[in-house]
Nanobody, 120 residues
Framework: QVQLVESGGGLVQFGGSLRLSCAAS????????RGWYRQAPGKERELVAT???????NYSDVVKGRFTIARDDAKNTVYLQMSSLKSEDTAVYYC??????????????WGQGTQVTVSS
């Protein structure tokens, strides 16, 4: 069974930093787009950042300049470095791995989520 396991979440003060990690097992994700999404209470899940197999990154406007996504394919791991954290960044953060062919999603995997709480 494919597994994506997030770690690194927790409680951090306003303006602080955290680094999330997502390790994948049982499949080689080198050709997958890796991403981070988040869901705050009462809100829909939203995109935070993605990184393609070629290293092209994409960020939501609300985290651009504060968060950095990176991948280490040798470790089958994707990271999310978060800095200048705000209370509105409080959410459950989910790791994703997605493969598309000819524009169609052919595989889509999610982690179980890790809680990030920013205290003011």
């Amino acid at each position: 069974q494919v597994q994506l396991v997030e770690s690194g979440g927790g409680l951090v003060q306003f303006g602080g930093s955290l680094r999330l990690s997502c390790a994948a097992s049982r499949i080689d994700f080198n050709f997958y787009v890796r991403g981070w999404y988040r869901q705050a209470p009462g809100k829909e899940r939203e995109l935070v950042a993605t990184i393609t197999a070629g290293g092209v990154t994409n960020y939501s406007d609300v985290v651009k300049g504060r968060f950095t996504i990176a991948r280490d394919d040798a470790k089958n791991t994707v990271y999310l470095q978060m800095s200048s954290l705000k209370s509105e960044d409080t959410a459950v953060y989910y790791c994703n791995a997605r493969r598309t062919l000819a524009g169609l999603t052919v595989a889509d995997y999610w982690g179980q989520g890790t809680q990030v709480t920013v205290s003011s």
